[in-house]
T-cell receptor
């Protein structure tokens, strides 16, 4: 069974304090790994897709990386507006397989 | 483009009542999905559709039915609501079954 585990469950950072969120996965082959941001009371917002080990994607203060067993979302010099829940999802390669989501990491950035 | 929209935004039902949630997308996406999100459980897939006229069961389909009569709409029905169906429901759509774009959610309370 495909599984996605995100750690930590919650992370509290001071503004400017860089850190990383982890997403480890077990899937037979990987069609894609996806990162989303979710603000309270809103739907998840798509951030990145990673397809192969070694791939990196960047957007503002966020950088996502991928290995064969896990992905990291690096947050450089975070600001309070980066506070949100970050979700990771994976997709197996066969057919129309839906995404499998992790439970998310709740990030709080304190000014 | 409005993206993915959901109707209604909030609803309160009594046990045993029925209702239909409507999801609409204007991006001409083939794939559409219904999720529920509960504290500590993450996003769980209820049903999905890979094209007009098709539906398939997800992880937690019991107590729900869906229909995709038009490509742009995906309806989620609760025939006899139960308190266990109190949740936030999200609809999503995808062009090729990979990156998904989410609606704003419907908050449902069943008393």
């Amino acid at each position: 069974e495909d599984q996605v585990t995100q750690s930590p469950e919650a992370l509290r950072l001071q503004e400017g304090e860089s850190s990383s969120l982890n997403c480890s996965y077990t899937v037979s082959g990987l069609r894609g790994l996806f990162w989303y941001r979710q603000d309270p009371g809103k739907g998840p917002e798509f951030l990145f897709t990673l397809y192969s080990a070694g791939e990196e994607k960047e957007k503002e203060r966020l950088k996502a990386t991928l290995t064969k067993k896990e992905s990291f979302l690096h947050i450089t010099a975070p600001k309070p507006e980066d506070s949100a829940t970050y979700l990771c999802a994976v997709q197996a390669p066969s057919g129309n397989t839906p995404l499998v989501f992790g439970k998310g990491t709740r990030l709080s950035v304190i000014a | 483009n409005a993206g993915v929209t959901q109707t209604p935004k909030f609803r309160v039902l009594k046990t045993g009542q029925s209702m239909t949630l409507l999801c609409a997308q204007d991006m001409n996406h083939e794939y559409m999905y219904w999720y529920r999100q509960d504290p500590g459980m993450g996003l769980r897939l209820i049903h999905y559709s890979v094209g007009e006229g098709t539906t398939a069961k997800g992880e937690v389909p019991d107590g729900y039915n869906v229909s995709r009569l038009k490509k742009q709409n995906f309806l989620l029905g609760l025939e006899s609501a139960a308190p266990s169906q109190t949740s936030v429901y999200f609809c999503a759509s995808s062009r090729q079954g990979n990156e998904q774009f989410f609606g704003p959610g419907t908050r449902l309370t069943v008393l």
